[in-house]
């Protein structure tokens, strides 16, 4: 089959792999879109850990598809699915406590597992989780960064009426944006750096939208959510969060240097601060849940789409940040 396979850094191609042979726990799945993301980008640069990754390795950890050949989850082929991509090992004590991202043991589809950039993948069967029929095909790829943001929600526990900033116009930021009224605030400010985002930030249910630093006030925000990645964007955070508040961190800076941290401010402002990891599948299913209710739409985020071959153009897409962009897809079978 073919395959966007990145065979060391710096080397990717579509590449001819051998088809994927299910195991008896195990369906057999045909990926019909594919989002890549920034951490794709660091794949194919080789600045993810290496404890993360491991080379050769097919793209592919955001996507949904139908089930190509039934196997122990009882799906019908045909039927409309996502899949979780961390596959925890159900054993150790983070998996007992619930908190599948921390698993003793990291194993995830497109980063140690071949992901889903292919015709083809292998999924562990009660990773696999059908949609209902109005969800669509855009809505249901962005399911795996909506789990990462919401698993981070969740853990910080939003009260109603909050005033929330979301740092960062990229996916995870609009994603925050948007998810973020679950717990009903009283305001959603989303602070980014380009204008073309705009109207996705509308779409995402942004009460006000800016690219100036200077227009956010300071000591204004009970929650601020930190989704751009950067040691400019975490000063923000902690300008912009009210004594007592709550800084919560989802964007990676990419290593060294790094981000100074304003201890006494944290002190003397009695801030709470969280970092949340990947997504629990608690918070995988609630996605699901709310997308098959009809209680989210999320396919706005969608805004490029690529046939598999044309692989090089959709990571210039990602790369440039031209242009209103957001979520960038591939289509395995284009």
Request: net charge negative; aromatic share 6%; with cysteine.
């Amino acid at each position: 089959m073919r395959a966007l396979l990145v065979r060391e850094p710096g080397a990717i191609e579509l590449a001819e792999v051998a088809d994927p042979v299910p195991g008896a726990e195990e369906v057999l799945v045909r990926p019909t879109l594919v989002g890549i993301c920034g951490t794709d980008v660091d794949i194919v640069d080789g600045r993810v850990d290496p404890l993360f990754i491991r080379y050769p390795m097919v793209l592919g950890h955001e996507w949904t598809g139908v089930v190509a050949e039934p196997g122990r989850g009882g799906l019908a082929a045909g039927t409309r699915v996502v899949v979780e991509g961390i596959v925890p090992c159900g054993r150790c004590t983070a998996c007992a406590a619930g908190a599948t991202n921390r698993c003793d043991t990291y194993d995830e589809l497109g980063f140690t597992r071949y992901g889903a950039a292919a015709e083809l993948v292998r999924a562990p069967a009660h990773l696999v989780h059908p949609l209902a029929p109005q969800v669509s095909e855009e809505s249901a790829v962005l399911t795996e960064p909506a789990s990462v943001v919401f698993t981070g929600l969740s853990r910080v526990s939003p009260v109603p009426g909050w005033r929330v900033l979301v740092i960062g116009d990229g996916t995870i930021g609009l994603l925050a944006a948007r998810l973020a009224h679950l717990w009903s605030p009283s305001e959603v400010t989303l602070l980014g750096r380009r204008t073309e985002q705009a109207g996705l930030a509308a779409s995402a249910g942004a009460d006000q939208f800016t690219v100036d630093t200077e227009a956010v006030p300071a000591g204004h925000f009970d929650l601020v959510v930190e989704a751009a990645g950067s040691a400019a964007a975490v000063r923000t955070a902690f300008a912009a969060v009210r004594r007592g508040g709550v800084v919560l961190l989802l964007g990676y800076l990419g290593g060294p240097p790094g981000a100074e941290l304003p201890v006494d401010d944290v002190v003397n402002g009695d801030l709470t601060i969280a970092g949340s990891f990947g997504y629990t599948r608690t918070a995988w299913r609630r996605v699901v849940d709310l997308l098959n209710a009809g209680s989210v739409d999320l396919g706005f985020l969608v805004t490029h789409r690529f046939p598999l071959q044309a692989y090089a153009a959709a990571f210039a897409a990602l790369r440039e940040g031209s242009g209103s962009r957001a979520k960038v897809a591939l289509i395995p079978a284009g």
